[in-house]
């Protein structure tokens, strides 16, 4: 069984750093794009950094220049790490991974979600 789970998120004043990590687990044979996106209260779910498997990212205005992605394939990883964080920051945060897995015999491909981490910035 393949699944997603994320670690770090939590409760930090504003112009405070997190970082937020996602390990992906089961019969996995690749990982392609990895990707974070959060949703506020209200909202809808955005988009905040994506990095491919050769490491080219791409990062949310909103985000860019204070978020970084970065992964580890060796152990199908991805982190974010969130500096100078503003309470605009505010949000439930959910790592994403299309993944080829054996299941058996068979080779198949899904798209996963982590469980979602809640990041709170306070004022």
């Known amino acids: 069984q393949v699944q997603l789970v994320e670690s770090g998120g939590g409760l930090v004043q504003a112009g405070g750093s997190l970082r937020l990590s996602c390990r992906a687990s089961?019969?996995?044979?690749?990982?392609?794009?990895m990707g974070w996106h959060r949703q506020a209260p209200g909202k809808q779910r955005e988009l905040v950094a994506t990095?491919?498997?050769?490491?080219?990212?791409n990062i949310a205005d909103s985000v860019k220049g204070r978020f970084t992605i970065s992964r580890d394939n060796n152990k199908n990883t991805v982190y974010l790490q969130m500096n100078s964080l503003k309470p605009e920051d505010t949000a439930v945060y959910y790592c994403?991974?299309?993944?080829?897995?054996?299941?058996?015999?068979?080779?198949?491909?899904?798209?996963?979600w982590g469980q979602g981490t809640q990041v709170t910035v306070s004022s």
């Open positions: 089961g019969s996995i044979v690749r990982i392609d794009a």
């Open positions: 990095i491919t498997r050769g490491g080219i990212t």
């Open positions: 994403y991974a299309p993944i080829v897995y054996y299941s058996g015999d068979y080779l198949r491909k899904g798209d996963y």
